[in-house]
């Protein structure tokens, strides 16, 4: 070989060093969950907002490639949030982020977890990876992982505990039902607009609203709901029945919507029918 070509070869082998030299002076990019938050809660599904961050130390802009991301819940895979394209860019000395929407069922994670119509609280994580586009690396993996606790909401379970005539006159009757009203989950709740309603033979014999309950995570309370029913409203036959000593089929209704200071959540319609005999 002569020292012409030698000279040649040798000067590109020390300018693919400079260049590889200059590529190992580039930062990895550090990227982090910074937050899960819930956009949209029901007693039927809940949406997650995804936060994925992602700071560029270089004195110059990247690209993210994708996103690669798994939700898990009870540290089982339930669903994947896949982006493969995406226009998140990082600015040079800086960092950005990007809200990835997820929205689960509950009848869906139902059917994944046993038991989990028997908890209140599930654990759950975001694991994967986020991909950035570096210079002449190509395409470069970041790990990110996130893990907290998800609430499970739970309808109120109201129980009918007694329905009595308390007293009869000559004008009219007066009617008690008692309920127990018992807020099974990790937060309060409170029942706005409580419509209630008492049927007998076919014909509504009372009904009421009370604007607002409020109910603490766990408790239960007591509701008694007092009518007062006049002849004139019930019509004489009804009101011979129920001035009567023989028993009386009496449909109890009562319908209200499940309401919470929880981020995100959606106002829930409750409904409770039952039937009672009543006895004097």
Same mark, same amino acid.
């Given at each position: 070989?002569?020292?012409?070509?030698?000279?040649?070869?040798?000067?590109?082998? @020390? &300018?693919?060093?400079? !260049?590889?030299?200059?590529t190992?002076?580039?930062?990895?990019?550090?990227?982090?969950?910074?937050?899960?938050?819930?956009?949209?809660?029901?007693? /039927?599904?809940?949406?997650?907002?995804?936060?994925?961050?992602?700071?560029?130390? %270089?004195a110059?802009?990247? $690209?993210?490639?994708?996103?690669?991301?798994?939700?898990?819940? %009870? $540290?089982?895979?339930?669903?994947?949030?896949?982006? +493969?394209?995406?226009?998140? !860019?990082?600015?040079?000395?800086?960092?950005?982020?990007?809200?990835?929407?997820?929205?689960l069922?509950?009848?869906?994670?139902?059917?994944?977890?046993?038991g989990?119509?028997?908890?209140?609280?599930?654990?759950?994580?975001?694991? #994967? %990876?986020?991909?950035?586009?570096?210079?002449?690396?190509?395409?470069?993996? @970041?790990?990110?992982?996130?893990?907290?606790?998800?609430?499970?909401?739970? +309808? +109120? /379970?109201?129980?009918? /505990?007694?329905?009595?005539?308390?007293?009869?006159?000559?004008?009219?009757?007066?009617?008690?039902?008692?309920?127990?009203?018992?807020?099974? %989950?990790?937060?309060?709740?409170?029942?706005?607009d409580?419509?209630?309603?008492?049927?007998?033979?076919?014909?509504?014999?009372?009904?009421?609203?009370?604007s607002?309950?409020?109910?603490?995570?766990?408790k239960?309370?007591s509701?008694?709901?007092?009518?007062?029913?006049?002849?004139g409203?019930?019509?004489? &036959?009804?009101?011979?029945?129920?001035? #009567?000593?023989?028993?009386?089929?009496?449909?109890?209704?009562?319908?209200?919507?499940?309401?919470?200071?929880?981020?995100?959540?959606?106002?829930?319609?409750?409904?409770?029918?039952?039937?009672?005999?009543?006895?004097?």
């Amino acid at each position: 070989m002569s020292l012409k070509w030698f000279s040649v070869i040798f000067v590109l082998l @020390m &300018s693919g060093c400079a !260049s590889l030299e200059k590529t190992l002076d580039v930062s990895k990019p550090e990227a982090s969950v910074a937050s899960v938050s819930i956009e949209r809660l029901s007693m /039927e599904s809940i949406t997650l907002l995804v936060e994925v961050e992602v700071e560029n130390r %270089n004195a110059f802009k990247l $690209n993210a490639a994708g996103f690669d991301l798994d939700l898990m819940l %009870n $540290n089982s895979v339930l669903t994947s949030i896949a982006q +493969p394209d995406t226009s998140l !860019s990082i600015p040079a000395k800086g960092r950005s982020s990007v809200k990835l929407p997820v929205t689960l069922t509950f009848d869906q994670v139902l059917a994944s977890i046993d038991g989990l119509d028997k908890k209140t609280e599930v654990d759950y994580g975001v694991k #994967g %990876n986020v991909i950035i586009n570096l210079p002449v690396l190509g395409d470069f993996k @970041m790990p990110v992982d996130y893990f907290d606790v998800l609430p499970v909401p739970k +309808p +109120p /379970e109201v129980a009918f /505990e007694n329905l009595s005539v308390d007293s009869v006159g000559f004008t009219g009757v007066k009617l008690s039902v008692d309920l127990d009203i018992m807020n099974p %989950n990790v937060f309060d709740v409170r029942l706005e607009d409580v419509n209630y309603q008492l049927k007998a033979q076919g014909k509504t014999i009372g009904q009421g609203n009370i604007s607002s309950m409020d109910f603490p995570q766990g408790k239960k309370k007591s509701l008694s709901i007092p009518l007062s029913l006049s002849v004139g409203d019930m019509g004489t &036959s009804l009101y011979r029945v129920l001035a #009567g000593s023989g028993p009386i089929e009496v449909d109890v209704i009562m319908e209200a919507n499940v309401d919470t200071d929880l981020e995100g959540w959606k106002s829930t319609p409750l409904k409770f029918e039952t039937q009672q005999v009543l006895n004097r």
